[in-house]
C-alpha cells in the first residue's frame, strides 16, 4: 500500500512536531520552510520561501497539505504575502490538488473584548488589519475548491517562547484591574491536535471547517503571573499592563467533540512541565 503524503508547509515549531508525531505512524512527511537544516530527520526537507512569488521548490503531490505559515515580522504585507499570497501560491504550484488543506489560523480573528465566551460560531470581526488578513486567509481556504479545514490557536506557549516567563522574572505582572482574560494552548497539542485531525481524515471520519483549539481554563492574565511568580520564587516590583489581544474567552468544545484529549489542560500543568526544564 502507498504511503500517505502530507506536506507541511510552514513547517516550523508547531509543523515540524507535528510531522514527527505523523512520521511515527508511519506517513511520509515533507517539510517546506526557508532554513531546512532545522528540519528534524523524519522530515524530507524542501527549501522554499512562502512569501516570494518565486520562491517556491518543486513540490510533490500530496494527499494532505498542512498550511502552517508564521509571519516574522507584524509588517502588514508581509502578514499578507505570508496568509494569503502564500496559501495560493502553494495550492497553485502543487502537481494535483490534496485530499484536503488544513489551515493553521489565530483567535486573532475574533474582535471580542468584553470578557465574552467565544467558539466556531461566534462572530468574527477582528479589529485590527493583521486579524482582518487572517480572516481573509480563512476564506481563501473555506471558499476554495478543496476541502479544507481552519484551526485556529489561542496564544501558543511552550518550550522556547519564554516572553511571559521573563516578563515575571524580571518582577513584573499584569494588574488586577482591569480583568484581562488570557487564552492559551501548549505546542505540544497544537501539534497533536492537529495530527489527531489529519488521522481522523485519513480514516474518512467528518471533519468541521473550523476548530477553536484552546486549553480548558481561560483565565486573566494577572493571575497566570501572579502564579509563576510564586513557582519561580520572585517578588513583584511593577505592574504593567500587557500588550494583548481583547480579553475574551475561548471555548473549545468542538475540539473535546473529537475525541482529542489535551497533554495539558491548563496553565498550570503547561507551565509546571516548563519549569522543570534548565533554560
Known amino acids: 500500500m502507498q504511503k500517505i503524503r502530507v506536506l507541511i508547509a510552514g513547517c516550523g515549531d508547531v509543523g515540524s512536531a507535528l510531522g514527527v508525531s505523523l512520521a511515527a505512524e ?67 504550484a502543487l502537481p494535483q490538488p490534496p485530499k484536503r488543506l488544513f489551515l493553521t489560523s489565530s483567535t486573532g480573528v475574533y474582535g471580542q473584548h468584553e470578557h465574552e465566551w467565544v467558539d466556531e460560531f461566534s462572530a468574527t470581526e477582528p479589529d485590527s488589519p493583521s486579524g482582518q488578513i487572517l480572516l481573509e486567509s480563512e476564506q481563501t481556504a473555506l471558499n476554495g475548491p478543496i476541502p479544507a479545514t481552519v484551526v485556529r490557536f489561542s496564544g501558543i506557549y511552550g518550550p522556547g517562547r519564554n516572553h511571559l516567563l521573563n516578563q515575571v522574572r524580571a518582577g513584573i505582572q499584569a494588574p488586577e484591574s482591569p480583568v484581562h482574560f488570557s487564552n492559551r494552548i501548549h505546542r505540544d497539542d497544537c501539534a497533536g491536535f492537529l495530527a489527531h485531525l489529519v488521522g481522523m481524515a485519513i480514516r474518512g471520519e467528518t471533519l468541521a471547517p473550523i476548530y477553536l483549539t484552546s486549553d480548558n481554563a481561560p483565565t486573566p492574565i494577572s493571575e497566570v503571573m501572579g502564579w509563576l511568580a510564586q513557582q519561580l520564587d520572585v517578588e513583584i516590583t511593577e505592574r504593567r499592563p500587557v500588550r494583548r489581544g481583547g480579553s475574551k474567552r475561548c471555548r473549545n468544545l468542538r475540539l473535546q467533540g473529537t475525541g482529542y484529549t489535551l497533554k495539558y489542560p491548563d496553565f498550570k500543568t503547561g507551565f509546571s512541565e516548563l519549569l522543570k526544564t534548565p533554560e
Open 26 to 92: 508511519g506517513v511520509e512527511v515533507y517539510g517546506l520552510r526557508r532554513t531546512i537544516n532545522q528540519l528534524p530527520e523524519a522530515i524530507q526537507p524542501l527549501a522554499g520561501d512562502l512569501s516570494s512569488a518565486d520562491g517556491l521548490p518543486a513540490l510533490p503531490a500530496c494527499d494532505y497539505l498542512v498550511y502552517a505559515a508564521a509571519a516574522k515580522s507584524r509588517d502588514l504585507e508581509v502578514y499578507r504575502s505570508v496568509y494569503v499570497d502564500g496559501l495560493k501560491r502553494v495550492l497553485a
